[in-house]
């Protein structure tokens, strides 16, 4: 399950970061504006998580609860990332309360890592997963 799996998949591509980028994966990106309706929630979202903190009014409670479980290994794993310098969106699947977008989130190492968010019901986001 995509919840579930979210904050494990977090640190195991955090901790593969070093070893597996020996090029810049930043180069030869051309910064876009990111064009999704969720690039502002992700990026509250990762920073948030990065400080130690689960946002509680961007996650809904499956979520809120699988981030909860894990943040004190994804916090530091994300903060020794550095701060996002650049987001661009990917795509986006579904519609509606289905609706899950992709972005490239790039952190100030250099390090990117794709990132989907969504299953936005009542205010908040149900989805919320990373791969390298």
């Known amino acids: 399950m995509r919840l579930s799996l979210m904050m494990a998949t977090v640190v195991a591509g955090v901790a593969l970061a070093g070893v597996a980028n020996a090029q810049d994966p930043h180069a030869g990106h051309e910064a876009q504006p990111a064009q999704g309706q969720y690039s502002a929630s992700l990026t509250r979202m990762i920073t948030a998580t990065a400080d130690g903190e ?57 390090q990117m890592l794709t990132w989907g968010i969504g299953g936005y019901t009542d205010g908040k986001f149900t989805v919320a997963f990373v791969s390298g």
Not at 71 to 76: K, R
Not at 85 to 99: H, I, L, P, Q, T
């Open 54 to 110: 689960c946002p509680a009014d961007l996650m809904a409670a499956e979520l809120l609860t699988a981030c909860n479980e894990q943040v004190d290994q994804i916090g530091p794993a994300l903060q020794s990332l550095g701060p996002i310098s650049d987001m661009a969106f990917v795509s986006a699947e579904g519609e509606g309360e289905a609706r899950v977008e992709t972005y490239e989130v790039f952190f100030e190492s250099g």
